[in-house]
């Protein structure tokens, strides 16, 4: 080899080994797909029935490896159950039923137990083979998979129907290698939409091997009905005793954004707003992997994650939103962070320590100036008698007597009450950071307190700028002023409160002194008596994160994604 040559060689090799296993590195972080959960645990199925326009495959994957066992034409249905008690009605329709609340008087019965004919065969096909000959002598018989593969006959709901069935099947078939197959609470049905049986599979028996159904690439869009709903990708059905039937949709993450960035922000919103959505969604995603990795997929499809409606679910621009930022995430030192938005602040975001007690360096309390008013709850009122907040309390197993006052002990920087007080004639209970908000149902942490006819006096051991201000009336009564951006009146003239220069007021805790630059805040603590509590507030939601009706008005002003999202998340990169 010439002296170029191997040079030459030399460092495509090097190249090959440094970047060949960066990129595999890189792959390894940042994978292209995501399971996730559409039935399991509590909300799973009996069954679930898959079918596509131009047809669809079962079959069953191992070793990275799919292969074909079942092809589906289009405009059919293959129904996937677990092995377990059903009733069969005379149109095919097959129903869960409980075995210990008796036996149904409509129907067929199916059970769990079944007849094994001969011993294993060497894979499906002679599986399929072996039991069409049977079919042609009448014995209605099928592939069954439980660590290798064998041929089956029968759903038998009780063990002793199985053994009677069995005398008369060797008479039968002039053979004693036969055995009745007890139940297992891993195994799958496959079905027809008139309940004839097409194969049954154990669910990970080998260790390795699942059952996933996909549509043909001739399906445009390509698309599988499950259930009714319309999904991407493929599915994988599994079986756990504490989420029994599990069936997870894999996808590709940026397909799986599609039907979640229009569950979570309108399709009509903002462009760079839903942008900003959905490097958001794409973080949440990534930061998430393997959260439900016991029964074998990521994340759920509802708002315990992220909202995801599949194909169904999809618009037009927020795909195209999803489109313009791919692969983009919110990261801080190089990791995905821990992402939060909410609908909105009421014109201060909440430092993540004062909701959840954890403080993060990415979710610190930031001015949210663009909101719009007249978005959903932006204010909102709720009134609550003293008989019904003891009431509330009682059912939260708190028993403090009547209530004589409600007092806001504590306020954040942001002017959110993350200290709430009640008091009654047996005793009294503080709540801290969202738990007071939690109990009541209340919107958002961000409100004041009052009660008609009475007036607030300050909480105890408050002191200086941390008093409700008052202003006087022309009858002389007092009344409560909100402070951010009200105008004030001064040697110089008027001045808006958040201007420079320094003004005083007297409040409920003295003389207060505005000084230059300073956050003035509608939240104060007080301590309020009376039969009606009302709580005024503003904002929807914990506040923690990215405000969306916020970045909306981010974007009508002109603001790019990045610039969103940075301002909300401090210290962040977006890659």
């Known amino acids: 080899m010439k002296r170029g040559t191997l040079l030459v060689f030399l460092f495509l090799m090097t190249f090959i080994l440094v970047f060949g296993s960066t990129g595999r590195a890189f792959a390894a972080r940042w994978p292209e797909t995501v399971r996730i959960g559409i039935y399991y645990g509590n909300d799973t199925v009996a069954n679930v029935s898959f079918s596509t326009k131009a047809g669809l495959e079962v079959g069953v994957f191992s070793n990275d490896t799919f292969q074909t066992l079942l092809s589906i034409p289009g405009g059919s249905s293959v129904i996937i159950r677990k092995d377990a008690y059903f009733i069969k009605s005379s149109s095919g329709v097959t129903s869960a039923y409980d075995p210990s609340e008796g036996k149904p008087f409509e129907g067929e019965t199916l059970g769990p137990y079944h007849i094994q004919i001969g011993d294993s065969v060497a894979d499906f096909d002679a599986a399929r083979e072996t039991a069409d000959a049977l079919l042609a002598l009448g014995v209605v018989a099928y592939p069954a998979y439980e660590k290798g593969w064998y041929v089956w006959t029968g759903f038998f709901a009780e063990y002793e129907m199985a053994s009677q069935e069995l005398i008369s099947l060797a008479n039968k078939l002039g053979t004693s290698n036969l055995k009745v197959v007890p139940v297992s609470s891993a195994r799958l049905v496959v079905q027809s939409s008139r309940a004839e049986p097409l194969l049954i599979f154990s669910d990970g028996s080998d260790g390795k091997s699942r059952l996933r159904v996909r549509p043909i690439k001739a399906n445009n869009p390509c698309v599988l009905s499950v259930n009714g709903r319309q999904y991407r990708g493929e599915f994988e059905i599994r079986r756990y005793l504490d989420s029994d039937l599990t069936v997870i949709n894999i996808v590709n993450i940026e397909e799986y954004l599609y039907g979640v960035v229009p569950q979570e922000i309108e399709a009509s919103a903002p462009m760079e707003a839903i942008k900003a959505q959905a490097v958001a969604a794409r973080t949440y995603t990534y930061r998430n992997l393997g959260k439900y990795s016991k029964w074998g997929f990521d994340l759920v499809d509802t708002a315990s994650d992220q909202v995801y409606n599949g194909y169904d679910g999809e618009k037009q621009a927020t795909n195209a939103a999803v489109d313009q930022t791919r692969g983009k995430k919110i990261l ?45 709850n932006y204010t909102w009122t709720k009134t609550f008698t003293a008989q019904e907040l003891k009431q509330i309390l009682f059912l939260s197993d708190v028993d403090i007597g009547d209530i004589l006052s409600v007092s806001i002990e504590e306020v954040s920087e942001a002017g959110r009450p993350i200290k709430l007080k009640f008091t009654g004639t047996k005793g009294s209970i503080t709540y801290y950071r969202q738990d007071g908000r939690a109990v009541l149902g209340l919107p958002s942490n961000n409100y004041t307190i009052s009660s008609p006819g009475s007036t607030p006096a300050p909480a105890s051991g408050t002191s200086g700028t941390s008093g409700t201000v008052y202003a006087v009336t022309a009858d002389g009564s007092k009344r409560g002023v909100d402070l951010e951006n009200s105008v004030a009146v ?22 207060s002194t505005l000084s230059s630059g300073s956050r003035v805040s509608s939240g104060s603590t007080a301590t309020v008596t009376g039969n009606v509590y009302v709580f005024t507030g503003k904002g929807w939601g914990h506040g923690v994160g990215m405000s969306q009706e916020g970045a909306k008005g981010f974007a009508l002003q002109g603001y790019t994604y990045e610039q969103i999202l940075k301002h909300y998340f401090t210290g962040v990169t977006i890659e």
Do not use: C, Q
Request: charge should be negative; proline fraction near 6%; charged fraction near 10%.
């Open 332 to 376: 801080y030192e190089g990791s995905p962070i821990s992402v939060h938005y909410f609908s909105s602040s009421g014109g201060m975001t909440e430092d993540s320590a004062n909701v959840w007690g954890t403080s993060l360096p990415y979710l610190k309390s930031v001015p949210d100036p663009y909101e719009s008013g007249t978005s959903y």
């Open 490 to 511: 001064t040697s110089s003239g008027t001045r808006t409160l958040s201007d420079s220069g320094t003004l005083s007021a007297i409040s409920s805790g003295g003389i």
